[in-house]
Structures are given as structure tokens and as C-alpha cells.
């Protein structure tokens, strides 16, 4: 009996409730995707001004309609639009083809098929300081899909990234982090896409930054790439600080994790592979040793470990001075001199 009381409470939707719902949706649908249309003939075939209008409203659509978009065939237009030389078209553009990309994978392959990172380059070349951000995180975006790396690398966008991280504002260089780490993990990619120029750059971030941050992260994964060349342990080595900064990120940002242990290994290395190593003081490299020792072995063994580490590196130093002399000696040597074989 109660059940029935309960049953009677909550009558069901009657067929003609339902039916009204079912009417409202489809007409709302109806709605939407006669505005979708509307928009995309506005890209394809609309003057400057239209285009620009509808372009704005293609930024503002919600991730439920972005594939309904793309659909219609938004994108070329809107990567056309990035050569416009009308500032206002390239920027309500970008924008635009930033909200298609956001979560969507299938999107931001499309808008780098359609051709959209020749333009972008050229954005991040320009004085104007708003747009190229804008291009800089266009590139992070879509490069966060793993079949854009390759173009995306291929287009020589790493440079011009690189000068973001020297001169943009705080947002523009994470971002530029972000999308050089991005393209930095390309395996089709067999040319590095950074040279010792991001050294100093990157350097003075992690001065600046959470060593614990994400973007610390980061930052210490590009110079352990840059540091697998000679130029650019030279360059960390002349940067003003650079050691002790790597130094304190290890200390600060890992608390003693393998990973942690591993980047202070890779510090020491380059350490004793940099031959300007003797531009360092006594003192200052005494300091950074015994600073990786702790971070390794831990503070009762710091000391010792730090010695065993200074005399393996006074005895590498020697090895490479000593090979250096007898290089030059040979050079030097007359081949008359030998006897003939």
C-alpha cells in the first residue's frame, strides 16, 4: 500500500510532456547547426569584416560544438586568415582556431593539416608583442598532439621560441618551455631542435621559478639535453650562476629521488667533461661538489664522497691536459722526421 502511495506521487512524464521536450531539442538543434552554417559560409565567402565577426564567435563555442565546426569546414578559412594583413583578422583567427584545438585532439591534427604552422612562424617573427604570444601558444597547443611534432619541428619554429623565453612576458615563456619540451620529445626528429643560444635564457628561469615547479621540470629536461654537447656545457659553465642554479634545482626541486640522483650525476658529468671547468674557483667548485655529494650519499658521507669526486676530476683534467700536449707535439713534428715504414 505504501508502495502504491509512493507510485502515485511520481507519476510519469505523459507521452505529450515527452514529445514536447523531444520537439524543443530537436528545434534547438535545428537552431545551432543553422547558426554553425551561417558562420562557416561567413569564413568561406563573407568580406573582411564578416569574416573577422564570425571568427570571434567560432572562439567563444563550446567544446560540444567544436567538432560541429570543424564539420563545416571552419578551419581552412580561419588558417587562411592568419597571413591577412589586417592584425585584427590574424588575432580573432588565432583565437579562434585556439578554442577548436583546446581538447581536441582530431582538431589540432586538422588545423596543422590544413597548413597552419607555416603562418604561425611567421606571427612569431613579428614586433608585435600580443600575437606572437598568441602564436607561441597556438604552437604549444598543437604540439601537444603527437602527429603535429614532426611539421611542427620540420617548420624551424624552435629559434624563435627560443627568443620568447629571453623576451616575452611570464605567460609567452612557459609557454615556449612547454612547447620546446613538447617538440623536444619527437622521435622522427634527428636534428636537435635547440642549439647552446637557450642556455643562458633557460637559466635564468630556473632562477626565477619554483624550483619544485612543473615548468622547473621542464626547464632542467632542456639543459640536460643542451649539456649532452660540448657547446652547450661551455655555455652553462660561462652562464653567470648556471652551475649552482642546476645545483639548487636538483637540491630544492626533487628531495632526493632517483630522478633527482640521476640529474645530479648528469651535473657532475658536466662538469668533468667541460674543459673550461678551471673558470670556476676553488671554493665555488668545492661547493657545487659537495652540495651533489649530499644530495647523493647524504650528509655523513657528503664529505667523502666530494673528495673522491674532486680528485677524479683533478686526475680527468690532467689525463685531458696531458693528451692536449701530445697532440700538439705531434702536430708539431716534422714528418720527415719519422722513419719511413
Known amino acids: 500500500m505504501g508502495l502504491e502511495a509512493e507510485e502515485e506521487e511520481t507519476p510519469p512524464a505523459t507521452p505529450t510532456t515527452a514529445a514536447g521536450k523531444d520537439q524543443e531539442e530537436e528545434t534547438w538543434n535545428l537552431q545551432k547547426q543553422a547558426f554553425i552554417h551561417e558562420l562557416s559560409q561567413k569564413l568561406i565567402t563573407g568580406d573582411l569584416q564578416a569574416k573577422i565577426e564570425a571568427a570571434r564567435d567560432v572562439r567563444k563555442s563550446s567544446v560540444k560544438t567544436r567538432s560541429k565546426f570543424t564539420a563545416a569546414g571552419v578551419i581552412q578559412p580561419l588558417v587562411s586568415m592568419l597571413s591577412s594583413p589586417n592584425l585584427d583578422a590574424r588575432e580573432a583567427s588565432l583565437l579562434a582556431l585556439l578554442n577548436l584545438a583546446v581538447r581536441n585532439e582530431r582538431n589540432k591534427v586538422n588545423i596543422v593539416t590544413e597548413g597552419a604552422v607555416p603562418p604561425l612562424v611567421e606571427l612569431l617573427k613579428l614586433q608585435n608583442s600580443g600575437l606572437r604570444e598568441l602564436a607561441t601558444a597556438a604552437i604549444l597547443t598543437l604540439s601537444a598532439a603527437a602527429p603535429n611534432k614532426p611539421a611542427i619541428t620540420a617548420s624551424g619554429a624552435a629559434p624563435f621560441l627560443v627568443q620568447i623565453l629571453g623576451s616575452g612576458n611570464v605567460q609567452g615563456k612557459v609557454d615556449a618551455v612547454t612547447a620546446l619540451h613538447n617538440l623536444s620529445t619527437c622521435k622522427q626528429n634527428s636534428i636537435p631542435i635547440l642549439d647552446a643560444k637557450a642556455v643562458s635564457p633557460l637559466i635564468n628561469l630556473l632562477k626565477e621559478c619554483k624550483k619544485y615547479s612543473k615548468f622547473a621540470e621542464k626547464a632542467t629536461a632542456l639543459l640536460e639535453i643542451l649539456s649532452k654537447s660540448e657547446e652547450g656545457r661551455v655555455a652553462m659553465t660561462d652562464s653567470d650562476g648556471g652551475i649552482l642554479t642546476l645545483v639548487e634545482t636538483v637540491e630544492d626541486g626533487s628531495h632526493g629521488t632517483s630522478i633527482a640522483q640521476e640529474r645530479a650525476r648528469t651535473l657532475l658529468d658536466l662538469l668533468r667533461d667541460t674543459p673550461k671547468e678551471k673558470k670556476l674557483s676553488s671554493l665555488v667548485l668545492e661547493k657545487i661538489v659537495y652540495d651533489i655529494a649530499a644530495h647523493v650519499d647524504g650528509a655523513d658521507k657528503a664529505a667523502e664522497t666530494a673528495k673522491r669526486l674532486l680528485e677524479d676530476m683533478v ?20 714528418a720527415a722526421n719519422f722513419p719511413s715504414a
Open 315 to 334: 686526475q680527468r683534467s690532467m689525463e685531458l691536459s696531458m693528451n692536449h700536449i701530445q697532440q700538439r707535439a705531434a702536430s708539431c713534428t716534422p
